[in-house]
């Protein structure tokens, strides 16, 4: 701490920071991170620009190239940037790409919805680059105006020529001192805006990787029922998808829905074409008129009975694939949170709720044969949720002889019982296991062995997982249920660690317990509770000191100066065959070890990929891994 007599704090302590120079000085305020995820947020603040301009009708494309020396050039047919003189004195470009809170989202009638209304994404940007290049074509001319050293004037505007095209193309270097180990993914550019084509029906994306000469179109007539076809051309379907539209209160709410014979449910939702992963008002107000129209429906056709409860909100969404998407009127719009993932317009929850009442009851009286098969799940759901929930309870009361014996018999729990601190790792069998235990710090890490590989849980109900012993293990030892009964606020860790070996069978039973915890304990990843070990592939033996190196590249860059002769190698196979020392420094030791947070970044992306590669057909997960996994069939390391 420091002294309180000799810290100087006077007039001369208050600094103001100018300009841009407050973004540079915190980027972590504007865009979230300095990571992939934060690199990744400038070209969507630039792209989202050029989004909105389709949105409300000037434009009708979007151009991405990926260049070779890491920059990126984003563009669009819309109006352009204004190019007029500012009250300021500047021109309005240069307002726009180097003021905060400068746009043209704030007047009310330049745009009727807008996903952006902060006016910081272009300026931010630019202050986070080590040069911008911004070419406007508008009014009949063809301007350009650049920036250097994060949002200096390196060229003020100026007329290059003459054009009757419109539209506005940046090209911009991220400032790789602020996002350093990071370069912009192709493949992630590629599924944003994949979306956005889905989403907008006028959207044609065009994209290119300069690099490694990737080009890809997207356009979807079909708009978000195409979305929902592809989230489930894996799966088997029970009704066909039933579009809804409707306009309330100035906010134009599409939905597209589609029921197949899955135990999980998929709602996506955006809002001016932004994603509101964390939901929001319009979410709760579909949820809330779909439960309520298929209560009504199966009373009103004698399904459900006077004694019989109502389906529950998780039984209505049981097998559920919906997206969601509105347009709110800017005067209308409320996010919380410069992330804008979740709406707080109070007005969209009634609209939507009766938007979707409406629509559903008119299309079930119209559609009995897929109503009747629709509400028979629901049925079943309801009878599982019910079972679910005796288990849960019988559970938590230690009522079973069997369940605490098998409890007892795997797990070694430690010897503190504070869940905020606790860590449960859960590894591959007895041999792994006990050298687990013989590395772990007893005081707060707790050891559970798994015997042979688990249920695929993308093909099992709450019921199945419950028969399963080392599925009802893993329930019980988390301690907060499973499924709708999960409650996060019960769990007895706080860190729950997927450690396996480096092999096939490891990444296989890594692949079902994630598939497990994605579909039964969601919020455990949501919270960031989940994670998995880093155990290192290889201990390098050199001048008497023991290095770990936890990849090939890793191992080659370290003994690439280094005579093989004057080194010696082991290559760790499986966690049973690492002492237990080697183990506790690189792989359990809270201060030593490597482990990757679990998270969802995108909800549909996941919900696509755990369905290809953990479902039934066999194809469309061939077609992935031939086209995302490399293999190696030697180790890569001389002996």
């Avoid at 710090?441 to 997982?465: C, H, S, V, W, Y």
């Amino acid at each position: 701490m420091a002294n309180a007599k000799t810290t100087k704090y006077d007039a001369s302590s208050i600094k103001i920071l100018e300009g841009l120079e407050a973004v540079r000085k915190r980027p972590g305020m504007y865009i979230g991170s300095t990571d992939k995820k934060g690199l990744h947020h400038l070209a969507w603040e630039i792209i989202d620009n050029c989004i909105d301009e389709i949105i409300n009708g000037y434009g009708s494309t979007v151009k991405i190239r990926l260049n070779g020396d890491g920059s990126i050039t984003i563009a669009d047919n819309g109006r352009g940037v204004p190019i007029g003189k500012h009250e300021s004195g500047k021109s309005a470009a240069e307002v726009i790409y180097t003021v905060l809170h400068a746009g043209g989202k704030f007047e009310e009638g330049n745009y009727k919805v807008s996903g952006g209304l902060h006016g910081v994404g272009a300026s931010v940007v630019n202050a986070l680059s080590t040069w911008m290049d911004v070419t406007i074509y508008r009014d009949g001319l063809i301007s350009n105006i650049r920036f250097k050293n994060g949002g200096e004037v390196a060229s003020p505007l100026k007329k290059i020529g003459e054009s009757k095209k419109t539209g506005t193309c940046v090209t911009f270097m991220p400032d790789y001192e602020i996002f350093k180990n990071c370069q912009f993914s192709f493949s992630t550019i590629c599924e944003r805006m994949q979306e956005s084509a889905f989403l907008l029906p006028q959207l044609t994306v065009e994209l290119e990787s300069v690099g490694d000469n990737k080009k890809v179109t997207y356009h979807y007539d079909n708009g978000i029922q195409s979305f929902v076809e592809y989230i489930n051309e894996d799966k088997k379907t029970l009704n066909s998808i039933v579009p809804i539209h409707g306009v309330k209160n100035e906010i134009e709410v599409d939905i597209a829905l589609q029921y197949t014979d899955t135990y999980n449910e998929s709602i996506i939702s955006f809002v001016n074409n932004v994603k509101t992963s964390d939901g929001g008002s319009h979410e709760v107000g579909f949820k809330t008129g779909i439960t309520k129209i298929f209560n009504d429906y199966a009373r009103a056709n004698g399904i459900l009975k006077a004694k019989d409860t109502n389906f529950d909100g998780s039984d209505v969404r049981e097998g559920l694939t919906a997206v969601i998407n509105l347009k709110v009127p800017e005067k209308l719009l409320q996010f919380e949170g410069q992330t804008k993932g979740k709406l707080g317009t109070p007005e969209a929850r009634p609209t939507v709720e009766t938007i979707v009442y409406d629509s559903l009851k008119f299309y079930l009286e119209e559609n009995r044969k897929d109503a009747l098969t629709i509400v028979e799940k629901m049925g079943k759901s309801k009878f599982a949720r019910e079972a679910a929930r005796k288990a849960r309870e019988e559970a938590r009361k230690g009522k079973t002889k069997k369940e605490t014996k098998n409890l007892s018999d795997k797990l070694t729990p430690p010897q503190t019982r504070n869940p905020k601190i606790n860590e449960l790792f859960i590894v591959e069998g007895q041999s792994a296991g006990g050298t687990a235990k013989s590395s772990r710090d007893r005081k707060f890490q707790g050891i559970l062995p798994l015997r042979g590989k688990i249920l695929n849980t993308e093909k099992a109900n709450i019921t199945d997982a419950y028969k399963n012993e080392e599925i009802n293990t893993l329930i019980h030892c988390i301690g907060a249920g499973v499924g709708q009964e999960f409650d996060i606020k019960d769990i007895n860790y706080d860190k729950v660690i997927i450690m396996t070996d480096a092999d096939d069978d490891g990444a296989h039973i890594q692949c079902l317990l994630l598939t497990f915890f994605y579909r039964f304990m969601r919020p455990l990843i949501e919270e960031g509770h989940l994670y998995i070990a880093m155990p290192p592939l290889f201990g390098v033996e050199y001048n008497k000191t023991l290095t770990y190196c936890y990849s090939n590249e890793e191992f080659k860059e370290f003994t690439k100066d280094k005579d093989p002769s004057k080194y010696r190698v082991q290559r760790f196979k499986g966690l049973g065959e690492m002492d237990p020392e080697p183990l506790r420094i690189t792989t359990m030791s809270p201060e030593s070890r490597n482990l990757i947070k679990v998270n969802i970044t995108d909800a549909a992306m996941a919900e696509k990929r755990v369905s290809v590669l953990m479902g039934d057909s066999v194809e469309p997960r061939k077609e992935w891994i031939d086209e995302n996994v490399d293999f190696s069939l030697e180790d890569d390391f001389r002996k």
